[in-house]
């Protein structure tokens, strides 16, 4: 079985936009879930959250970084082009109740992951806020979407080009200064994005939720890749997860378990033409 591709596009220098027909994932498919995908038969399986799906007519979209090998295949992919691998839905769904006020905070691929689930809390009655955080204006993206469905949107850039300048520690004083008292924080992005907040968010005492992201192979659990420690126990995100409490997660194992393939992700990239220009302009991954 094959999968067409609708559309491939950059829609910001190294953030790709994917949208894919797989109408049985589409029509079963929940906010928070993820599935995963492989460029050709021989190419890796990568997961990546899904960021908007229409039950009617069968297309999902997702944002993915290009970091390495397989990705950049995924990055040459065009309208009208098949895939052999679009596996899901995975994982569990968000949890989603009637919370009062919800923050949410993405960066990188994060940014539009964030979308469905915004979607269901709004559903659910609760006031919703998105704060985008990138290196500049130019790595933004969905901003009006989110303007259309969200009581309220930030943006925090490290140029200040556009929002607050700086990094993300500077959200207590955004939240401070519009009189926003979050009775749940999510947070989706790259790792470092979602320990930062969860130190931020840890004193304060505001529940924090993140959606882990680790090396995964075959997202049911069964070949272990994907542990992580939470809590003291050891989670699989594939299964138990993706999403997980940020102060409970133990974020320096985490960290080192991420570079575990830096070198073998990176290093077909120097040896070939597959990939495309980075411009290093997001986080660290997808």
Partial sequence: MSYKVIERRMI?????????????????IQPGQFIIVRPNDKGERIPLSVSDFDAESGALTSFFQEVGESTSKLALLRAGDTIPTYVGPLGEATEVENY?????????????SLYPIARTLKEAGNRVFMVSEARSTYLLYWQDRYKKLVDGVFTITRDGTHGAKGHVENITELLGREEIRPDRVIVN?????????SDITRPLGLKTVVSMNPIMIDGTGMCGVCRLSVGGEIKFACVDGPDFDGHLIDWDEFLARRKTYNEEETAPLRKSDVGTVHHGGCCSRS
């Fill in 189 to 197: 992005g790259c790792t470092f994005l979602m320990k930062r907040v």
């Fill in 100 to 112: 009062g006020t919800v923050l949410l905070v993405g960066g990188c691929f994060g940014i539009g």
């Fill in 12 to 28: 910001v220098p190294n953030i790709h936009e994917l949208v894919v027909e797989a109408p049985d994932v589409a029509r079963s």
